[in-house]
C-alpha cells in the first residue's frame, strides 16, 4: 500500500501539476496498485465538495484515472486534535504503508507542518517507509533556508527529505550528463581549451501574474538563479560522477557550486516598465524581474571561461536553453584566411521545445567554395509520440521508487544560498527600468562585461 497525503489541495499546483501527472502515472500503470491519494485542505469540506472543487479546476481528462483514489481530509494545522482524522485514516491502512507526504504549501507553512506530522506520529525519524516532499523556495536566503532545514532534521533524517526544484525533472535536463557524459566527442572537448563561453538562458513572456505578494519580497535572482539555473549551470560544468547515482552526483555538483566566483560589477539588475503598478508590489520596489550574471569556475577545467546565467520576465517569448560557444581554431583560420567562419555551438533547448542543436561548418553547395553555418538538430520528444513526460511525473515516480536524484541535497541548497548572498549584498543596484527585451539586449550589449554575449 502506498498513500500519498497531500497537503495544499486545493492550490494552483495540485489542481494544475500534481493531480495531471499522478493521473498519467495511473494510466500507464507506473504507481503501485494499491495507491491512495488523501488531498489535505483546511477548508470545512468533505469528498464530494473536494471533487467539484477539482470538476471545476481540472480537465476532466486530466483526473479521469485517479478520480476514484482521491480522498479529501480537513485538517486543522492549529488545534491539537487537528492531525486525528488523518492519522486514522493513514495508520487504518497497516504499518508497512509507504507514506509520502507532500507539502504543497506555502514555505512559511514547512516547518510546522513538519512538526505537526512528527509530533502526531505520522511520520518517525529514520522510519524508511515515510518520506516527506517540499516544494521551491526553500528559504529567501542562507539563514532562513538554514532555519527551516535544523528544523527539518529534528524530525527527519536527510534521506526522508525530498526537496523539489522542479526544472531537475524536465527531461533534458535530465539529458545533460547523458549528452556530456555518453558522447565521446563532446566530453573531450568540454572545458577552457575548446570553450569560449556557455550562456544559461530562461526567458518568461508574462510578467509576475498575481503573484505580487510572493514575488516582489523575492526577485529574479533568489525565485530562479538560485535554483533552476545554478542546478543547470552545476550540471553542465561539474566533473563526471564515479557513478551514476543521485550520492555521486550531488557531490559533484556542491563541489562545482563552491568554486563559483563573481565580480562586483557582473551582475545587471533590472525591472520591467510597469512593475510597480502590479498589484500587491511596493510602489517604491527595487525588485529586480530580470537579472544577467557574469560568473566563473575556479578550476582548471574552466579557468577564464565567462559562464552568463540571465533570467527575466515580459521576455519576447517563454525559452529556457544552455548554449556551448565553441573556440575558433587556428587551422580552420589558416585555411580559409578570408572567409568570416561561424564558431561551433550546442544549444541544449530545454523548454519549450526540447532537443539539441549543433551549429557547425560546411560548404555552400555549388561552385564556389563559401563556407556556411548549417544546423544539425535532434528532437527530443519526436519518437515519443506526445507521450513525453511532463517534470512532476517523473518527480513523483522517483518519490516512490526512493530515488532522490533529481532532488536537492541540503548542501547544495546552502552552496547556492551562499552564493546568492554574496550577489544580493555586494551587486545589486537601483535596477534598470526596461520596456523590452530588445531594450535589455541594447543595453546589456553596451555594457563591456556582457558585449561578447
Ligand atoms: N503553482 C506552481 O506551479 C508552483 C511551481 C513551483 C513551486 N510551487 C510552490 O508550491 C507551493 C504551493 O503553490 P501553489 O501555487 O499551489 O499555491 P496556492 O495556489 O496559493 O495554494 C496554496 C495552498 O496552501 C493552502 N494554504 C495556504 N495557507 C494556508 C494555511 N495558513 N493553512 C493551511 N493551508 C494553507 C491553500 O489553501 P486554501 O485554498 O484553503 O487557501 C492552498 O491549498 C508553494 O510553495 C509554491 O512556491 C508552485
Not at 43 to 51: E, F, G, M
Not at 353 to 359: I, M
Request: hydrophobic share 35%.
Amino acid at each position: 500500500m502506498t498513500v500519498f497525503t497531500i497537503f495544499g489541495s486545493t492550490g494552483d499546483l495540485m489542481y494544475n501539476k500534481l493531480l495531471p501527472a499522478l493521473n498519467n502515472l495511473q494510466k500507464n500503470n507506473h504507481l503501485p496498485g494499491d495507491t491512495k491519494i488523501l488531498c489535505v485542505g483546511r477548508r470545512d469540506w468533505d469528498t464530494s465538495d473536494y471533487l467539484a472543487a477539482v470538476d471545476e479546476a481540472v480537465d476532466s481528462s486530466k483526473i479521469s484515472e485517479i478520480r476514484t483514489m482521491l480522498e479529501y481530509v480537513k485538517v486543522s494545522l492549529d488545534e491539537a486534535s487537528g492531525y486525528d482524522a488523518l492519522k486514522g485514516k493513514i495508520e487504518s491502512n497497516g504499518e508497512n504503508t509507504e507514506k509520502i507526504f507532500y507539502l504543497a504549501l506555502p514555505p512559511s507553512l514547512f516547518p510546522k507542518v513538519a512538526g505537526g506530522l512528527s509530533q502526531n506520529g505520522l511520520i518517525k525519524k529514520g522510519e524508511n517507509t515515510a518520506r516527506i516532499v517540499f516544494e521551491k523556495p526553500f528559504g529567501e536566503d542562507l539563514e532562513s533556508a538554514h532555519e527551516i532545514n535544523r528544523t527539518l532534521w529534528n524530525y527527519f533524517e536527510e534521506d526522508q527529505i525530498y526537496r523539489i526544484d522542479h526544472y531537475l525533472g524536465k527531461e533534458m535536463i535530465q539529458n545533460i550528463l547523458t549528452l556530456r557524459f555518453a558522447n565521446r566527442i563532446f566530453e573531450s572537448d568540454w572545458n577552457k581549451d575548446s570553450i569560449e563561453k556557455v550562456s544559461i538562458i530562461v526567458k518568461e513572456k508574462h510578467g509576475i501574474d498575481n503573484r505580487g505578494n510572493y514575488y516582489d519580497s523575492i526577485g529574479a535572482l533568489r525565485d530562479m538563479v538560485q535554483s533552476h539555473l545554478l542546478q543547470m549551470l552545476a550540471l553542465t560544468a561539474m566533473e563526471a560522477p564515479r557513478a551514476f547515482n543521485a550520492q555521486s552526483i550531488r557531490k559533484e555538483k556542491v563541489s562545482l557550486l563552491k568554486k563559483l566566483s563573481l565580480e562586483k560589477g557582473d551582475v545587471f539588475n533590472a525591472q520591467y516598465q510597469g512593475y510597480k503598478a502590479e498589484p500587491k508590489v511596493r510602489k517604491d520596489s527595487r525588485t529586480e524581474t530580470f537579472v544577467a550574471l557574469k560568473v566563473f569556475i575556479d578550476d582548471s577545467r574552466w579557468r577564464d571561461v565567462p559562464f552568463y546565467m540571465m533570467t527575466g520576465k515580459k521576455m519576447n517569448e517563454k525559452s529556457s536553453e544552455i548554449i556551448i560557444d565553441f573556440k575558433e581554431n587556428d587551422v580552420t583560420k589558416n585555411l580559409w584566411p578570408d572567409q568570416k567562419l561561424t564558431h561551433n555551438q550546442l544549444v541544449v533547448k530545454v523548454a519549450p521545445d526540447e532537443g539539441v542543436s549543433f551549429r557547425m561548418n560546411v560548404k555552400e553547395t555549388g561552385l564556389s567554395n563559401k563556407i556556411i553555418p548549417s544546423r544539425m538538430d535532434y528532437s527530443h520528444g519526436k519518437d515519443a509520440f506526445g507521450n513525453v513526460p511532463e517534470a512532476y511525473e517523473k518527480l513523483l515516480l522517483e518519490i516512490v521508487k526512493k530515488n532522490a536524484l533529481l532532488f536537492t541535497r541540503w548542501d547544495e541548497i546552502e552552496t547556492t544560498w551562499r552564493f546568492i548572498d554574496q550577489v544580493t549584498n555586494r551587486c545589486m543596484k537601483a535596477p534598470y527600468i526596461y520596456e523590452s527585451e530588445d531594450d535589455l539586449i541594447k543595453t546589456l550589449q553596451e555594457r563591456s562585461e556582457y558585449n561578447d554575449s
